[in-house]
C-alpha cells in the first residue's frame, strides 16, 4: 500500500472497534458544528452588526426565541476539541510520524483550500471590504497565518488544532508516543491550574491573559479539552486507573471554568445573561453522550448496521460545514429573506443550503484534491523514505 492510500484511508473520526464506524462520534461532531452554525446564523448574524454573517446577510432577521440557545452555541468549540483529543490520539497510535503528519496536511490542506476560496469569491460580490484586504485575508487563511485575520473567523480554532497536532507529531518523530498520555495532562493540568486560579480573586485579570491569541497557540486556554479527549481514549485502552480519574476531573475542572469565562465575556458582548448554566448543561450533556457512545459503539453499530455509513457522511461533512456556514448559510437566508420568506424558513433555509453544500464538498470535492495533494506530498516524501525510517517510524 502506497503513503497516498495509506493516508486516504485516514478519516475524521476512528475506528478503535475493528471495522466498526463510532456512530455516536460522528453524530457528536456534526451535533457540535450545528451548535456553532446556529450561533452565529441565529445570534451574531442580527445582534453583532460588525460580524461577518451580519454583514453578508445585510438586513437583520432577529430570532429572539432562540437566544437561550443559539447565544450559547460557541460552546460546540469546545466539544470540537475534546472530540479532537480522542480522535488524534488514537490516529497516532496506528501511525509513524511522516504517515501522521501527512494524514494530518491531507485532512486539513484540501477543505481550508477549496472552503477559503469559496468564501473569498462570495466576498468579493457582497463584503463591503476592499479588495486589497480581502485578497490579504484570503493569503493568510491559504497558508494557516495563525494569528488574524482571516477570510473568515471561523479558522481561529485551526491554529489551535495545529499547535496540538505538532505536540503529537513531536513525540512520534522522537519515537516517544508511549509518553502521550502524561504529556497531554501536563499540558491539561497547566491548562486548568490557570482557570482555577483565574477563577480565585488572586489575579483579577489571568482571565483575559490566558485568553488571548497567545495563550490559545501555547494551549494554555483549551489545553485541558484536548487533554479530556486523550484521557478518555487512554481509559478505553487500557482501563480508569485512579491517576487517569484524577486527571480526568482535574482537566473537566479546567473545562468548565474555561468556559465559564466564554459564557461572561460572550453574554457581555450581547448584552445577555451570564449565567454559564446553559453552556455547562450543554457541555456536560456532550460529555455523557461522548461517553455512552464510545462504551455502547459496538451495540450501536449491531442494532443499526445500515446507518453507520449515512452517520459517517455526517461526520465527514462537519469540517467544511464548519469553514463554509457563515459565507453560504448566511447568503442564502439573505436571498430566502428577500424571497418574501419569514424569518424561520430562512433560518432553516440557510442551515440546510449550508449542510447540503458541505455534504457536496466531502463527497465530491474533498477526495480528488485530497488525492491529487497526497500524490504530490508522495513525491516530496520520497527523499525521505529512501534515508530510511524516520525515527517515528522505528518499531515500538
Known sequence: MSLVQAESEISATPRPHGSRPLIGLDLLRFGAACL????????????????????????????????????????????????????????????????????????????????????????????????????????????????????????????????????????????????????????????AGAWLLAATPLWPDLGRIISTRIAKLALLTHGCHFAVGVLVWSAVRSGLTAPRLAGLAVCLAGSFLQIRYDAGFVGASLGLDRSPTTPWLLFAVFMVLFCLSIRANTALTDAFPGLGRRFRDLGLATYPLYLLHTFVGALAMRFLAAYGLPPAASLTGGIGVAVAASLLVSQRIEPPLRASLGRVLHIAGAPLRRRGPAPGALPR
Request: glycine fraction near 8%.
Open 36 to 191: 456553532v452554525v446556529l450561533y452565529h446564523l441565529a445570534c451574531t448574524a442580527w445582534m453583532v452588526p460588525s460580524s461577518e454573517a451580519a454583514t453578508l446577510i445585510g438586513q437583520p432577521i432577529p430570532f429572539p426565541a432562540l437566544l437561550p440557545v443559539s447565544s450559547e452555541g460557541w460552546v460546540g468549540v469546545p466539544m470540537f476539541f475534546v472530540i479532537s483529543g480522542y480522535v488524534i490520539a488514537y490516529s497516532a497510535s496506528h501511525a509513524s510520524a511522516l504517515r501522521f503528519l501527512t494524514g494530518r496536511i491531507l485532512r486539513l490542506v484540501p477543505g481550508i483550500w477549496f472552503c477559503a476560496t469559496v468564501s473569498f469569491g462570495l466576498a468579493l460580490l457582497f463584503d463591503p471590504e476592499a479588495v486589497r484586504v480581502l485578497f490579504e485575508r484570503y493569503v493568510r487563511t491559504l497558508v494557516l497565518f495563525p494569528v488574524p485575520r482571516w477570510i473568515d473567523g471561523v479558522y481561529w480554532t485551526l491554529g489551535i488544532e495545529i499547535m496540538f497536532y505538532g505536540l503529537v507529531y513531536a513525540l512520534l518523530f522522537l519515537n516517544r508516543f508511549e509518553r502521550v498520555e502524561p504529556v497531554i495532562l501536563a499540558v491539561g493540568v497547566i491548562s
